[in-house]
């Protein structure tokens, strides 16, 4: 199993550039199915998560072919819709293709992500809406089964909670749907902009991408078009707090800083002053611990919950006691215990972790438990004492391309172990 081995202490400086989005690529990928022309998609990050995604596309009779950064998804005219488990069960996002295969060819079999039963969780809210929207659903072993033998029909929908994919699958879903959509309390991720732009160059008829209503005026086909995906917030929000931690001059490039204003602002709090420039971020060399702060997650334009965790990182080396509120999911503080066995001072009271800090962190072997966790364990092996391992890096390689790579570029010392084949 893939580990990184990391020597702390090493001051990190000089420039690290941002990938693209893997959030904003998978809805893309997904809406190549609306098209049966090619579609060029530039800036996708090479990371398992779009691997992932490129092979359920294949499974569904796509082919995609990478080249010179870019990527060139064409989908066929084929009559494949079904989305095997094997290949679902890592990633959630999955779901995506649900709306694409119901509005274009009328039927889609999608493999529920982990095995598991619909119950209280967001991809009711898919579901419900693209019902309203005249799909027949129904749950046949572990599959979402989906038809709509008469074609999808506009239809007004407001989401009973905000939801990103769910707001993307409608999207995609109302772009060929007969007559007119409104989508209300709609995700204002920049992620859905993104995905809206994309389609707009399709030929979709949307207003009001980026706010909480969208509506869709739906056409008969689609077009193929070439489409940059944006630049990752959570990459880039992720080496703006590394640079805080052990930076002695860092700057972010190749990133959108508006799209990372909430963080910033918490920065500011810490006492942190960033250099913005147009698609740069550049962190200053520091003589002192940033000060504690107190923060919740929210939707967009809030606190990113996917950098709740490397802000927890941080808050073990700020002075005082920072109190860090985890408001959109539940269970995502597995990375406490983690840190804590490094020298970390955390107490978790519901969905609120207090960290005191400045607490010296010691080197030693921990596991990453998700995606995001396992940036932070990255992070805080930056800073500690001595050596640290971090185990079951598989996680980090869904959403992060070539950590190690950037990170040694500015200075730090992290081996891989066992590379995989997504470098």
């Known amino acids: 199993m893939e580990k990184f081995r990391i020597r ?15 959030n904003a690529a998978l809805p893309c990928l997904a809406a190549t199915l609306l098209t049966s022309e090619p579609v060029e998609l530039h800036a996708l990050p090479r990371v398992r998560d779009i691997v992932t995604m490129e092979r359920v596309l294949a499974a569904l009779g796509e082919s995609c072919e990478r080249a010179n950064g870019t990527t060139r998804v064409v989908a066929g005219r084929g009559e494949a819709h079904h989305a095997p488990y094997e290949l679902v069960r890592t990633m ?31 991809v009711d809210f898919h ?24 074609g999808l029909r506009g239809a007004e929908i407001e989401f009973p909670r905000i939801t990103v994919t769910g707001t993307e699958n409608l999207l995609m879903a109302a772009a060929l749907a007969r ?6 309390n709609c995700a204002l991720e920049p992620e859905v902009a993104d995905l809206a732009e994309m389609l707009a160059g399709m030929g979709a008829r949307i207003a009001g991408a ?26 880039a929000g992720t080496y703006v707090i590394a640079a805080v931690l052990a930076g002695a001059g860092v700057t972010v490039t190749g990133c959108r800083p508006a799209h990372l204003r909430a963080l910033l602002d918490v920065l500011g709090e810490a006492g942190v002053a ?8 550049t962190v200053p060399a520091r003589t002192a611990p940033p000060r504690a702060v107190a923060v919740a997650t929210a939707e967009y334009p809030g606190f990113a919950t ?63 438990s998700d995606l995001r966790a396992s940036a932070t364990l990255v992070l805080a092996g930056l ?26 570029a500015l200075g730090a010392e992290i081996e891989r172990f066992n590379p995989g084949p997504y470098r």
């Open 8 to 22: 702390g202490g090493r001051p990190l400086a000089g420039e690290v550039r941002v990938s693209g989005a893997k």
């Open 274 to 281: 960033c250099d913005v420039a147009a698609d740069a971020i």
């Open 383 to 408: 800073v500690a004492r001595g050596e640290t391992v971090v185990d079951r890096i598989y996680h980090l390689d869904r959403g992060y391309e070539a950590m190690e790579v950037k990170l040694n």
């Open 179 to 184: 007559g007119r959509t409104v989508l209300r």
């Open 306 to 368: 996917d950098l709740q965790a490397q802000l927890l990182a941080l808050a073990t080396r700020s002075e005082g006691t920072s109190e860090i509120t985890e408001a959109i999911f539940e269970n995502r503080f597995q990375h406490v215990l983690e840190l804590k066995r490094m020298g970390a001072s955390i107490e978790v009271l519901g969905r609120t972790a207090r960290v005191h800090g400045p607490t010296p962190l010691d080197g030693t072997t921990v596991m990453a």
């Open 92 to 122: 959630r996002a999955s779901v995506l293709v649900l709306g694409p295969l119901l509005a274009r060819r009328r039927r889609a079999r999608v493999a529920l992500p982990g095995g598991c039963a619909i119950g209280a969780r967001p």
């Open 210 to 235: 980026g706010s909480p209503t969208i509506e869709v005026e739906g056409v008969e086909a689609l077009d193929g078009t070439a489409h940059t995906v944006i630049p990752d917030r959570i990459e």
């Open 127 to 150: 579901l419900e809406a693209l019902a309203r929207l005249g799909a027949e659903l129904r749950v046949e072993s572990g599959d979402v089964v989906a038809e709509a033998p008469r």
